[in-house]
């Protein structure tokens, strides 16, 4: 028997099975603490989950009949001053979960999603109080405060400012940053339990929040794998539909269902094309602290450098998903550029459709810079689970996820980055890079360990203790 057989058996005491899992956000776009649900459902618990429905959330929630899912409704937009607007909102939140705390099974247990920690911290201590023998467990993902700030001041672009990076946490005492650090620390002290995405992390709350707290990395989901040659064809094929990217220059008469990328032969085999494009895709939220004018730039000098030497440098086709604010404004500057040698397209992907496309690609770009310092981007163990390497922005903990030079690159500017596609793309497909093989071997190992083997061994504990 495993040893978290063991524990399931032998340590959830009789009745302790009904959980609360809070996400004051989307739930669809939580793939974490969706995890979380998804683990305790396979252990037999109860799990209650609230948060916003925006977004559809996986399957396994949604078809599992243990798994009641809570929708709040989101606070009203209002021509509000941004300070008066927090407030309303904040208190529009509170009321919103109580409500739905009142409106569920009665739980043994809360695990919250943090950030956002005003007001998810106050109101689960508040009902643990009430109901004196119910456990807090908190999901550090990383700090109230820190995003905070970075809202409250212009965020310093890689490319204009470097040693701004190491800056962030800026204007401290500016009252509500300064409020919410004293309102993050003092209720995260009331928790019972905490997870924490890095050790990095889990230092920081050890000495200076006093809050042990137990490293829970992110590890990638069994839909996160190397697919074959006939998906990946699939996928493109599919996506051809809706956007024209993926459709051929020019076809051949013995090729049939063809792609840019791919195409099938009379046998119905499904081969690559020679001249198919390289494959860059990159997630972003379109949100300051993932500035998409670093990649632009990076694109630009690809773009004239491939010019300048066609014979050794593909087409570039870059696939960008995701959604957020700032989306419309780099579509603008996008339309602008008239690359001959580099292609942007931005699907919008199924949940199904975006494991395919991070395992269909050469190469991955993370943009993610953490606003505490101390969080890792999700989206590179994703691309870490389907064996892409990644090309990922330099900050204090990244080192924790991806070693430069051994699993991928890190990147402090545009020049970095343009060189880093530059050596990588070089003579593609047919050239060599030293690093693949290394690559390849470490992304292998990390492919072995996922969420659910990981969860077992460092989180299950912490809810049947």
Known sequence: MSSSSKVKNSRIPNGKRNICVIVLGDIGRSPRMQYHVKSLLQHDFNVDLIGYGDTEPIAEIRQNAKCNIQQLVAFPELNLPKMLKYIFKSIWQT???FIALFNIRRPDTILCQNPPGIPTLFVCYMYCLLFKHCKFIIDWHNYTYTILSLASDTFPTINENPEALSTINRNPQRRMVKLAKWFEQYFGR??????CVTKMMQKDLRENWDIQATVLYDRPASQFQSIGLEQKHD???????DYHEFLPVRINSDEFQATRFTYKDSNGTVQLRIDRPAILVSSTSWTPDEDF???LKALDRYENVAKEERSHYPHLFCIITGKGPQKSYYMNHIAKRNYKNVTIVTPWLTIEDYPLCLASADLGVCLHYSSSGFDLPMKVVDMFGCALPVCAVKYKCIGELVEHGKNGFVFETYLELSQHLLTWFYDYPYNSVKEKEEFNERLFNFQSVRWDDYWNTHA??????
């Not at 996928?235 to 539909?241: K, T």
């Not at 299950?460 to 203790?465: A, G, H, K």
């Open 190 to 195: 009331k928790s019972s339990g905490n997870f």
């Open 460 to 465: 299950l504990p912490v809810f049947v203790e």
């Open 235 to 241: 996928l493109f094929y599919r996506l051809a539909n």
């Open 293 to 295: 004018s670093i990649l």
């Open 95 to 97: 009321l919103s979960l």
